[in-house]
């Protein structure tokens, strides 16, 4: 076990390493801080003092070490060129918010996913079992953002019971969360679904129930357990898609998260901010991605190694 | 039909119930009714897509200034010129929808089409040769798999410049490792076959194997997974484009629409609803299509 | 007592050997190995079929894959037709392998799905010989193998378990090989078929004239087809000898407890003692010392535990490795 919590720590290392250099290198030949900053009037040689000034006039091997250096040492990321305040900061406030938001969304959707879930396996086809089909249909195909802006126009516009942007109080969360929340809301239920389904029709299981073990005790110890293992690694492994779609809410509904910060950064071109975002909302990827791997290995022993 | 795959025969052993035989036809009808409505749907969205000027009322480009923002014709307020109303610069709604859904497939479809080529090519080197060929194509995968997507998205699109081919090729290069992925499991999986050794006591060489005996057994659980991928590029295209980062204007692009009618929700709640609609009525076809391909062919790889 | 043709054999295996690592940790160090063929040398004459017996995981299913190169032997020598196959690349190895071929045990696994049976059978020949009359010697086949050679446009999932073994067959015969590898052909198909399927390939080898190797789990398979038969055993071969003298006269007491084992509903026939094995079959990757099969043996002498019987001859054609038949023991 140790071992395999070992290897997984070097892999993750090894990813974040790998996306750092990507980041680097994307924004390093998209990037035109020269533009940016310096005035209109600047000529060529201010441009290039300018370059030499920034350290831009190295090699490419030395001004990623610098800026990994930079970042893992000293946490800075730079400043940014449209605030001018080191972009950390920015980051920082904008952290908290994102959590929160996909936090809630996760919850609300594994308190909606398994009950209906493990419903819909217990009664097939009764009634539940049709709506938990519909919804995972029609939550797999709407896209975020619409949903948002409908649930905005109808809750907010027309009957106006809850606030559409700003995020001042719990009130302000809830059509956000909830619009995260349909977006891993299909998979989570399917994977509760399934995962049940396959359990209950095991030999073991029904060795139990014939046995005369009463239903709910069958259901709870024996079958929840298993079909529990993927749903655990699928959320660590959905932090990444549930971040993304955190951009997406979070721009429709103006929450200040990481992903709003993001999507405003790139669209002025605010490339120390744009990095920043990506590395930390990577890094907690990442993390998610560990934390289930390891889970999942130290719930199931036959998952250590492959 | 015969839907009635060994999965579903299993799920139903645990039942201690019966469920009625109403119940369980009711519900094999509504599953071949879903995929039969897919297909429609796919099929209007096709459809629309090529025969564009012939179904649209107007030219999409075509502002009419003193028609702006007049609602759909099942409104109150609506005419009969403009099916689903003008949007603020007064072009009709309706042919911008039709148009847009032209360019929608066309992202779709060319996006999947980089993402797969790319994705399968390396998912069979990687399955077929394993080794080092495996380690690194396994790991890069798993990074790439790490980063938010939309940000990859969103830089690339922002590296190259915001056109039709940019979109293309950044949602293409954005979304390769899924099809690696899968390509790989099943390449591996197909390998260990006997009929994969019986090639090669052959002596048919590894190309061949590949391509002929490999390939045509990957054809099926990619092209499922390639439909939902449509499906989802069309919506992540529409999300750029809602950002100003993909489509430009004036073109009409679903998305695009949904953010010039995103200032006028309060009353012209209609610019952004439509368009919305639009877009979920095709990821929604695409998934069905989706989901009845892999119906059929999931008792039939299992006879074989 | 057959006579190995005094012209050179088809085949010639000497002291193979096959081990696969074991690589378990972090690093997929290697932990041990599997001795799935650990030293066996035999020959096989043109035309002649030889019967490999032995329970699951002997190494007789290693033993024709390796043959067939489709593993790298990690000792010994083999040659088909007298040249030496054993460090042959895989673009050297294309020619000689259109001059062996196996028949897999699986009917389901081994037929591409994809495939109709024309491209199944005659995928091989029309590429290595570019014959555009290719789907002729197809139908041919399928003819000689007792299918309707109409059915070529069909696929595989449209036959029976012993239709596709027909099919099998006839892919092996497609390139004219002078050697087939059968491995376990008829283990995964009814009893009734078994028979049927076993006398196709008996006739067959009578008029292709190729050598057989064929391999089975079950003695009363071979007997009818094989002309001389090895018993292995965790990776040795334990006993050879023809068809007739393995089963009137067999020396190694494993071949005994096999041959006992065998069920004889004739009227009148003595009724054998069944001779019923101690313990389980020792793993392959941790094998005992001495003779392998001393843990079983209900012989056992001394010297059994600790020195390993040599594969001898003890009388012309008939070879044992047992410290009971060698000239050594006491």
């Given at each position: 076990?140790?071992?395999?919590?070992?290897?997984?720590?070097?892999?993750?290392?090894?990813?974040?390493?790998?996306?750092?250099?990507?980041?680097?290198?994307?924004?390093?030949?998209?990037?035109?801080?020269?533009?940016?900053?310096?005035?209109?009037?600047?000529?060529?040689?201010?441009?290039?003092?300018?370059?030499?000034?920034?350290?831009?006039?190295?090699?490419?091997?030395?001004?990623?070490?610098?800026?990994?250096?930079?970042?893992?040492?000293?946490?800075?990321?730079?400043?940014?060129?449209?605030?001018?305040?080191?972009?950390?900061?920015?980051?920082?406030?904008?952290?908290?918010?994102?959590?929160?938001?996909?936090?809630?969304?996760?919850?609300?959707?594994?308190?909606?996913?398994?009950?209906?879930?493990?419903?819909?396996?217990?009664?097939?086809?009764?009634?539940?079992?049709?709506?938990?089909?519909?919804?995972?249909?029609?939550?797999?195909?709407?896209?975020?953002?619409?949903?948002?802006?409908?649930?905005?126009?109808?809750?907010?516009?027309?009957?106006?019971?809850?606030?559409?942007?700003?995020?001042?109080?719990?009130?302000?969360?809830?059509?956000?969360?909830?619009?995260?929340?349909?977006?891993?809301?299909?998979?989570?239920?399917?994977?509760?679904?399934?995962?049940?389904?396959?359990?209950?029709?095991?030999?073991?299981?029904?060795?139990?129930?014939?046995?005369?073990?009463?239903?709910?005790?069958?259901?709870?110890?024996?079958?929840?357990?298993?079909?529990?293992?993927?749903?655990?690694?699928?959320?660590?492994?959905?932090?990444?898609?549930?971040?993304?779609?955190?951009?997406?809410?979070?721009?429709?509904?103006?929450?200040?998260?990481?992903?709003?910060?993001?999507?405003?950064?790139?669209?002025?071109?605010?490339?120390?901010?744009?990095?920043?975002?990506?590395?930390?909302?990577?890094?907690?990827?990442?993390?998610?991605?560990?934390?289930?791997?390891?889970?999942?290995?130290?719930?199931?022993?036959?998952?250590?190694?492959? | 039909?015969?839907?009635?795959?060994?999965?579903?025969?299993?799920?139903?052993?645990?039942?201690?119930?019966?469920?009625?035989?109403?119940?369980?036809?009711?519900?094999?009808?509504?599953?071949?009714?879903?995929?039969?409505?897919?297909?429609?749907?796919?099929?209007?969205?096709?459809?629309?897509?090529?025969?564009?000027?012939?179904?649209?009322?107007?030219?999409?480009?075509?502002?009419?200034?003193?028609?702006?923002?007049?609602?759909?014709?099942?409104?109150?307020?609506?005419?009969?010129?403009?099916?689903?109303?003008?949007?603020?610069?007064?072009?009709?709604?309706?042919?911008?929808?039709?148009?847009?859904?032209?360019?929608?497939?066309?992202?779709?479809?060319?996006?999947?089409?980089?993402?797969?080529?790319?994705?399968?090519?390396?998912?069979?080197?990687?399955?077929?040769?394993?080794?080092?060929?495996?380690?690194?194509?396994?790991?890069?995968?798993?990074?790439?798999?790490?980063?938010?997507?939309?940000?990859?998205?969103?830089?690339?699109?922002?590296?190259?410049?915001?056109?039709?081919?940019?979109?293309?090729?950044?949602?293409?290069?954005?979304?390769?490792?899924?099809?690696?992925?899968?390509?790989?499991?099943?390449?591996?999986?197909?390998?260990?076959q006997e009929f994969v050794l019986a090639a090669v006591s052959q002596g048919l060489s590894?190309?061949r194997i590949?391509?002929k005996h490999?390939?045509s057994n990957?054809?099926?659980?990619?092209?499922?997974?390639?439909?939902?991928?449509?499906?989802?590029?069309?919506?992540?295209?529409?999300?750029?484009?809602?950002?100003?980062?993909?489509?430009?204007?004036?073109?009409?692009?679903?998305?695009?629409?949904?953010?010039?009618?995103?200032?006028?929700?309060?009353?012209?709640?209609?610019?952004?609803?439509?368009?919305?609609?639009?877009?979920?009525?095709?990821?929604?076809?695409?998934?069905?299509?989706?989901?009845?391909?892999?119906?059929?062919?999931?008792?039939?790889?299992?006879?074989g | 007592?057959?006579?190995?043709?005094?012209?050179?054999?088809?085949?010639?295996?000497?002291?193979?050997?096959?081990?696969?690592?074991?690589?378990?940790?972090?690093?997929?160090?290697?932990?041990?190995?599997?001795?799935?063929?650990?030293?066996?040398?035999?020959?096989?004459?043109?035309?002649?079929?030889?019967?490999?017996?032995?329970?699951?995981?002997?190494?007789?299913?290693?033993?024709g894959r390796?043959i067939l190169r489709l593993?790298?032997?990690?000792?010994?020598?083999?040659?088909?037709?007298?040249?030496?196959?054993?460090?042959?690349?895989?673009?050297?190895?294309t020619?000689v392998r259109q001059k062996m071929q196996m028949i897999f045990q699986d009917p389901y696994g081994s037929l591409n799905p994809r495939f109709r049976v024309s491209e199944l059978i005659g995928e091989a020949y029309r590429v290595h010989s570019?014959d555009?009359n290719w789907e002729d010697h197809v139908a041919n086949l399928l003819d000689k193998v007792g299918l309707q050679p109409d059915h070529m446009r069909r696929y595989a999932h449209e036959f029976s378990g012993g239709q596709r073994q027909r099919i099998g067959i006839a892919r092996a015969l497609a390139m004219s090989p002078r050697l087939i590898v059968a491995d376990e052909p008829v283990s995964a198909l009814?009893?009734?078929?078994?028979?049927q399927v076993i006398?196709l390939l008996?006739s067959l080898k009578?008029e292709f004239?190729f050598s057989c190797l064929f391999i089975?789990?079950?003695?009363?398979?071979?007997?009818?087809?094989?002309?001389?038969?090895?018993?292995?055993?965790?990776?040795?071969?334990?006993?050879?000898?023809?068809?007739?003298?393995?089963?009137?006269?067999?020396?190694?007491?494993?071949?005994?407890?096999?041959?006992?084992?065998?069920?004889?509903?004739?009227?009148?026939?003595?009724?054998?003692?069944?001779?019923?094995?101690?313990?389980?079959?020792?793993?392959?990757?941790?094998?005992?010392?001495?003779?392998?099969?001393?843990?079983?043996?209900?012989?056992?002498?001394?010297?059994?535990?600790?020195?390993?019987?040599?594969?001898?001859?003890?009388?012309?054609?008939?070879?044992?490795?047992?410290?009971?038949?060698?000239?050594?023991?006491?």
């Amino acid at each position: 076990m140790r071992n395999y919590i070992i290897y997984k720590l070097l892999h993750a290392l090894g990813v974040a390493f790998v996306i750092s250099i990507v980041s680097f290198i994307l924004l390093f030949y998209t990037a035109d801080p020269a533009s940016m900053l310096l005035p209109e009037t600047a000529d060529a040689a201010d441009i290039a003092a300018f370059e030499k000034d920034l350290g831009l006039d190295q090699p490419l091997v030395v001004q990623y070490g610098n800026w990994l250096a930079r970042i893992v040492f000293e946490g800075d990321f730079g400043n940014s060129w449209v605030a001018k305040i080191p972009a950390s900061d920015l980051i920082g406030v904008a952290l908290w918010p994102t959590l929160q938001l996909a936090l809630i969304a996760q919850i609300i959707a594994t308190a909606v996913a398994i009950p209906l879930g493990v419903l819909s396996a217990v009664k097939r086809y009764s009634i539940i079992d049709n709506i938990t089909t519909f919804i995972v249909l029609v939550g797999q195909a709407m896209p975020l953002f619409w949903l948002g802006i409908m649930l905005m126009i109808v809750f907010g516009v027309f009957l106006k019971w809850l606030p559409t942007s700003g995020s001042d109080t719990w009130v302000h969360l809830i059509l956000p969360s909830i619009t995260l929340a349909s977006f891993t809301l299909p998979l989570n239920m399917r994977l509760v679904r399934s995962g049940m389904l396959e359990v209950l029709s095991k030999d073991y299981v029904r060795t139990a129930r014939a046995k005369g073990v009463t239903r709910s005790a069958v259901l709870m110890k024996h079958a929840f357990r298993n079909a529990a293992i993927p749903l655990v690694t699928v959320t660590g492994m959905q932090f990444g898609a549930l971040l993304g779609g955190a951009v997406v809410t979070e721009t429709v509904f103006s929450w200040p998260g990481l992903g709003r910060l993001a999507v405003e950064s790139i669209q002025v071109g605010d490339f120390p901010v744009v990095q920043g975002v990506v590395l930390t909302l990577s890094g907690f990827t990442i993390l998610a991605n560990l934390a289930a791997d390891i889970g999942a290995a130290w719930i199931d022993p036959r998952i250590r190694f492959n | 039909m015969n839907n009635m795959s060994s999965e579903s025969k299993l799920e139903e052993t645990h039942l201690d119930y019966k469920p009625s035989m109403t119940s369980i036809v009711l519900k094999r009808m509504w599953q071949l009714r879903m995929g039969v409505f897919g297909f429609v749907l796919v099929l209007v969205l096709g459809l629309s897509a090529i025969f564009a000027s012939q179904v649209a009322t107007h030219d999409p480009l075509e502002q009419d200034i003193l028609a702006r923002l007049t609602p759909p014709s099942f409104l109150e307020g609506g005419g009969s010129t403009y099916f689903l109303g003008t949007d603020q610069l007064g072009r009709d709604l309706y042919s911008r929808i039709i148009y847009g859904a032209r360019i929608s497939l066309t992202i779709g479809l060319s996006a999947v089409l980089v993402s797969m080529v790319i994705g399968v090519l390396l998912g069979l080197a990687a399955g077929y040769f394993g080794g080092k060929i495996d380690a690194v194509v396994d790991f890069l995968v798993n990074a790439m798999l790490a980063f938010p997507f939309i940000l990859l998205a969103m830089t690339l699109v922002i590296a190259l410049g915001a056109s039709m081919e940019n979109i293309i090729i950044a949602l293409g290069l954005s979304n390769w490792p899924i099809f690696a992925r899968v390509t790989r499991i099943e390449t591996m999986k197909l390998r260990e076959q006997e009929f994969v050794l019986a090639a090669v006591s052959q002596g048919l060489s590894h190309v061949r194997i590949i391509l002929k005996h490999i390939l045509s057994n990957l054809a099926a659980p990619l092209l499922v997974i390639a439909t939902v991928e449509i499906a989802r590029a069309i919506i992540r295209e529409t999300f750029l484009s809602f950002l100003g980062l993909g489509i430009q204007a004036p073109t009409p692009s679903w998305g695009l629409m949904l953010a010039e009618g995103r200032d006028y929700m309060l009353t012209i709640w209609w610019l952004s609803t439509l368009p919305g609609f639009a877009i979920f009525l095709a990821a929604l076809g695409i998934n069905l299509v989706g989901d009845a391909l892999r119906d059929l062919f999931d008792p039939h790889m299992r006879k074989g | 007592m057959a006579e190995v043709d005094k012209v050179e054999p088809e085949l010639e295996v000497r002291n193979l050997k096959m081990h696969f690592p074991i690589r378990a940790g972090l690093l997929k160090k290697t932990v041990g190995h599997v001795f799935a063929v650990d030293g066996v040398s035999f020959s096989i004459g043109r035309g002649e079929t030889l019967g490999l017996v032995g329970e699951s995981g002997c190494g007789k299913s290693t033993i024709g894959r390796t043959i067939l190169r489709l593993y790298k032997p990690t000792a010994g020598s083999i040659h088909v037709g007298g040249k030496d196959i054993t460090h042959l690349s895989a673009n050297e190895l294309t020619a000689v392998r259109q001059k062996m071929q196996m028949i897999f045990q699986d009917p389901y696994g081994s037929l591409n799905p994809r495939f109709r049976v024309s491209e199944l059978i005659g995928e091989a020949y029309r590429v290595h010989s570019g014959d555009e009359n290719w789907e002729d010697h197809v139908a041919n086949l399928l003819d000689k193998v007792g299918l309707q050679p109409d059915h070529m446009r069909r696929y595989a999932h449209e036959f029976s378990g012993g239709q596709r073994q027909r099919i099998g067959i006839a892919r092996a015969l497609a390139m004219s090989p002078r050697l087939i590898v059968a491995d376990e052909p008829v283990s995964a198909l009814d009893v009734s078929i078994q028979a049927q399927v076993i006398n196709l390939l008996d006739s067959l080898k009578d008029e292709f004239g190729f050598s057989c190797l064929f391999i089975a789990h079950d003695l009363s398979v071979v007997e009818h087809i094989a002309d001389r038969v090895a018993v292995m055993y965790l990776g040795k071969m334990v006993e050879l000898a023809s068809d007739r003298e393995l089963y009137q006269d067999p020396k190694h007491p494993y071949t005994q407890a096999l041959i006992s084992a065998v069920p004889k509903p004739e009227a009148g026939a003595k009724r054998r003692d069944r001779l019923i094995l101690r313990g389980d079959v020792p793993s392959p990757i941790n094998p005992p010392s001495g003779c392998r099969f001393h843990t079983r043996c209900p012989h056992v002498l001394d010297e059994c535990r600790t020195i390993e019987p040599n594969f001898n001859e003890i009388s012309p054609g008939h070879w044992v490795a047992c410290h009971l038949h060698s000239e050594t023991s006491a």
